[in-house]
């Protein structure tokens, strides 16, 4: 199987639904692809409302794609499929977290590229640890011009998606020597602190491979 290459398009996959104002509109379904006509005025749009309100307004069924807690399977199956050896958490918050379970994905013939790990937080927030090796030719493209943040000495990008009821779900994902890192949370700007709540998370994880 050729190298797997991840494209990383945290503002794409999603289709306009008209409104009178950026700020007012709500994006659902799939919509144009990177380069497709109409893609750079519908994603001009969508970093016009991002950068008034600081996330994405999305419909709500929307939000089921981020469901992971009904894809994680136990997790001593799941790291025997990886192609890597992910990274330890001691001593990072993520020990304080209910371990739920975890998630594989990204198949070559040496293994899987991608592991995910889901945990339940103290509120009842659904938070997720993903790795993606790039060691085998995986590779993260971003198309996005804002969101981006500074952490662990490296580019971050934070993204943030909300339904109009305020359920929402929040990223922050960053490349780090051979791995790429996303954490996520299911909760979106109204939740309070969910930007610091990511960097906290982000900066607890320990830097050497166990």
């Not at 409104?19 to 659902?28: E, K, M, N, R, T």
């Not at 025997?80 to 020990?95: A, E, R, T």
């Not at 359920?167 to 791995?179: A, F, Y």
Request: glycine share 10%.
């Amino acid at each position: 199987m050729s190298a797997l290459h991840f494209r990383v398009l945290a503002s794409t996959a999603f289709a306009l639904v008209h409104q009178l104002s950026a700020a007012q509109l709500v994006v659902c379904g799939l919509g144009p692809l990177p380069g497709s006509n109409g893609f750079e005025s519908w994603n001009n749009k969508v970093e016009l409302q991002r950068s008034q309100l600081g996330y994405l307004s999305i419909c709500e069924q929307n939000l089921d794609r981020y469901r992971f807690e009904d894809k994680a399977k136990d997790d001593k199956a799941v790291i025997q499929k990886l192609s890597f050896i992910p990274h330890g958490l001691d001593g990072s918050v993520f020990k304080s977290f209910r371990f739920l379970g975890s998630i594989a994905d990204g198949f070559s013939d040496k293994g899987a590229s991608m592991y995910r790990r889901v945990y339940r937080g103290a509120g009842g927030e659904l938070i997720t640890l993903q790795e993606l090796s790039l060691r085998d030719g995986a590779g993260v493209t971003w198309n996005r011009r804002d969101g981006m943040i500074r952490i662990r000495n490296s580019d971050a990008l934070l993204t943030i998606v909300q339904a109009p009821s305020g359920k929402g779900h929040s990223e922050l994902s960053w490349k780090e020597g051979s791995t790429y890192f996303e954490i996520t949370i299911d909760r979106g700007v109204n939740a309070g602190r969910t930007k610091a709540r990511l960097i906290v998370m982000a900066e607890s994880l320990p830097r050497e491979r166990r």
